[in-house]
């Protein structure tokens, strides 16, 4: 799957929290803190940068699809 090069930090944490489940814990400097205790606790960090790196990017969505067990393609759709 090929991911979108122009996502920014605000729109994939805005993303996590409306449909999988995150809320804002805190925001330090220009990175995002968002934390779940859904199905167990995970907290990741997410740069406030537009767009993200595209490493990043696919970091974040490998951590969450993890945790969440489900695939990257239905995180990148509920952008």
């Known amino acids: ?3 979108s090069r ?3 930090g605000d ?3 805005r993303a996590l929290r409306k449909h999988w489940g ?3 814990v805190h925001q330090v400097g220009s990175h995002i803190i968002l934390q779940t205790e859904v199905p167990s606790s995970h907290r990741i960090s997410i740069p406030a940068h537009s767009p ?3 490493g990043t990017f696919n ?3 490998r951590s969450v699809a993890a945790h969440k067990a489900i695939s990257r393609e239905q995180i990148v759709a509920s952008l």
């Open 11 to 13: 729109a994939l944490a």
């Open 59 to 61: 970091a974040i969505l």
């Open 22 to 24: 995150y809320a804002k």
């Open 1 to 3: 799957m090929k991911l």
């Open 6 to 8: 122009n996502v920014s």
């Open 52 to 54: 993200l790196r595209i």
